[in-house]
C-alpha cells in the first residue's frame, strides 16, 4: 500500500511540473526568457539572459543535459534565445560548454546557425559555424498547404537592410554551404534571393564563387520563367548607390560569360515604374541602368 502511494505520489509531481511547464502562456514570442521559467532549467535561463558566466558553468555542470534543453512552445534551446537576444558572451558561454548549434526548434525546424544567420552582427555566425554549425541548415518542419518555404542558413543571411549581409555569406560559403542549392517552390536560389534583395554585392560574391547563372532564378506568378538577365533588368537601383557599382560589375562579369545584359529587352512593366520613379530622367535612367 505504502508502495502505491508512494508511486502515485511521484506521478503526481511529474504531472504538475509537465502541466507547469504548459501553462506558459501562449503570447510570448519565441525570444523571451520567460518560456522557460517553469522548467528544470530556469536557473540557467536566468544566467544566461544576466549574462553570468560563471552562473551559467555552475549550473551545466549540474547536469550536461540543461544545455540543449528545449522549452515545449517552440522548441528553442538557450543558445537560439542568446543569438537571438544578442546576447553574445552567452552564446560564447554555452558554444564553450557543449551547446549544439544544430538542434531544431519545434516552430519552423530552424537551428541556432539559421537564427545567427539572421541576425545582423557577423560574429554571432561565426561563432557557431566555429563550433561545428551545420552552413547547409536548413528549416525541416513538414510542408503543409499554405506552408511550403524553407529557409536555409545562407538565405537567411541575405537581407535587404542589413549590412551584414555579404560578411555572413562569405562565412558560409567558406565554411562550405551549398550556394547552388534550391528546391522550386520551396527554397530560394540564393543568387535568386539575393538579385530579388537588390543585393548585387553578394550577387558578385556568389558568381565569383561558382554560382550557377543558367538555372532559372524563379517563376512569376504567370509561371514566366525568369533567368539572370531578366532578373536583372527588374532591379530598378539608384544610379547614385553602392548597390549600382555592384550591379555594373555583375553585368560585366556575365558579358565575359557570354551573357549580355544590353540586349535583354527592358519589360514594359518595368519602364511603366520607372516613368513613374523618374518621371523627368526616366530616359536617361533606362539607357544606364
Known sequence: MKKLILIFGIALLIANCQKKENDIPEKLLGNDYKLFENTPVKNLALAVQREDILKITEEAQKNRHFINYQEKTYGNTLLMLAINNNDYRSVDALLKIGADPNIHDHYRGGTAVIFAAENDDPKYLRS???????????????????????????????????????????????????????????????????????????????????????????????????????ALRKCIIDLQSEQYKNKLEVIKFLKGKGLDYNKEPIPDYILVKIKKKYPDSWEEFASKY
Open 128 to 230: 557557431v559555424l566555429e563550433y561545428h554549425g551545420d552552413p547547409n541548415a536548413i528549416e525541416n518542419i513538414p510542408y503543409k498547404e499554405d506552408d511550403k518555404i524553407r529557409q536555409t542558413a545562407l538565405l537567411a543571411a541575405i537581407s535587404t537592410l542589413d549590412t551584414g549581409s555579404l560578411k555572413k555569406v562569405k562565412l558560409l560559403i567558406r565554411a562550405g554551404a551549398h550556394l547552388n542549392y534550391h528546391s522550386y517552390g520551396h527554397t530560394n536560389l540564393p543568387l535568386s534571393e539575393a538579385i530579388m534583395l537588390d543585393r548585387l554585392d553578394v550577387a558578385l560574391y556568389l558568381l565569383q564563387n561558382d554560382a550557377d547563372f543558367n538555372l532559372m532564378l524563379y517563376k512569376t506568378i504567370n509561371g514566366e520563367k525568369i533567368y539572370i538577365l531578366k
